[in-house]
């Protein structure tokens, strides 16, 4: 089994920071495409920005220029750094991977609990 596990959402003021992170664990052969999503209240989920396991990225216009995400095949972590965060950004931001597991040659997409950001003054 994988599990994906998402931190360090919070509560920033317009134009301030953060960094999400997403661990994933269990038996783990290799890690494809990971990204990120987030869901705002009454609206649907929507992409955030993905990245390739060969390092080609993609962002969602919103966000390009101000977020930027990142990973590292060692730690089976992706990360997103979010800067000049807005208030339309507050959501909670889910993170997902393509997985290959032991036993199995087929990759299957997981994907992790979720974590609130908020942008407020």
């Known amino acids: 089994q994988v599990q994906l596990v998402e931190s360090g959402g919070g509560l920033v003021q317009p134009g301030g920071s953060l960094r999400l992170s997403c661990a994933a664990s269990?038996?783990?052969?290799?890690?494809?495409?990971t990204g990120w999503y987030r869901q705002a209240p009454g609206k649907q989920r929507e992409l955030v920005a993905t990245?390739?396991?060969?390092?080609?990225?993609m962002y969602a216009d919103s966000v390009t220029g101000r977020f930027t995400i990142s990973r590292d095949n060692d730690k089976n972590t992706v990360y997103l750094q979010m800067n000049s965060l807005k208030s339309e950004d507050t959501a909670v931001y889910f993170c997902?991977?393509?997985?290959?597991?032991?036993?199995?040659?087929?990759?299957?997409?997981?994907w992790g609990q979720g974590t609130q950001v908020t942008v407020s003054s």
């Open positions: 997902n991977a393509a997985v290959s597991s032991a036993g199995s040659k087929y990759y299957r997409i997981y």
């Open positions: 269990g038996s783990i052969v290799s890690i494809g495409a």
């Open positions: 990245i390739a396991s060969g390092g080609t990225i």
